[in-house]
């Protein structure tokens, strides 16, 4: 049973920091590219941050560059995101997905999300 379960989302001041993380099960996590999404209300779904199967390489929207970070740790199946210098711009739900490498049957999966929300 494959599964993506966000946590770590809240409610947080203008200027903070939030962890989010991703715990994976179900399928060979060493071998997909994970990434987060967010989507706010009335908005599309747009790419946060993305991170390469082996932890070598990542990308930013040019919206939180040098203030979000994702990292993850292979031996925990586990993909994080972590947010400093939030802005109310940043409130969202935010979704895990993981994306299978080149080479390997395509495959895609989602979390359920999870909220956050910025403000004072």
């Known amino acids: 049973q494959v599964q993506l379960v966000e946590s770590g989302g809240g409610l947080v001041q203008p200027g903070g920091s939030l962890r989010l993380s991703c715990a994976a099960s179900?399928?060979?996590?060493?071998?997909?590219?994970m990434s987060w999404y967010r989507q706010a209300p009335g908005k599309e779904r747009e790419l946060v941050a993305a991170?390469?199967?082996?932890?070598?390489?990542?990308n930013y929207a040019d919206s939180v560059k040098g203030r979000f970070t994702i990292s993850r740790d292979n031996a925990k199946n586990t993909v994080y995101l972590q947010m400093n210098s939030l802005k109310p711009e940043d409130t969202a739900v935010y979704y895990c997905?993981?994306?299978?490498?080149?080479?390997?049957?395509?495959?895609?999966?989602w979390g359920q999300g999870t909220q956050v929300t910025v403000s004072s």
């Open positions: 997905n993981a994306r299978a490498d080149y080479g390997i049957a395509p495959k895609n999966y």
């Open positions: 179900g399928f060979p996590f060493g071998r997909y590219a």
């Open positions: 991170i390469t199967s082996a932890g070598g390489s990542s």
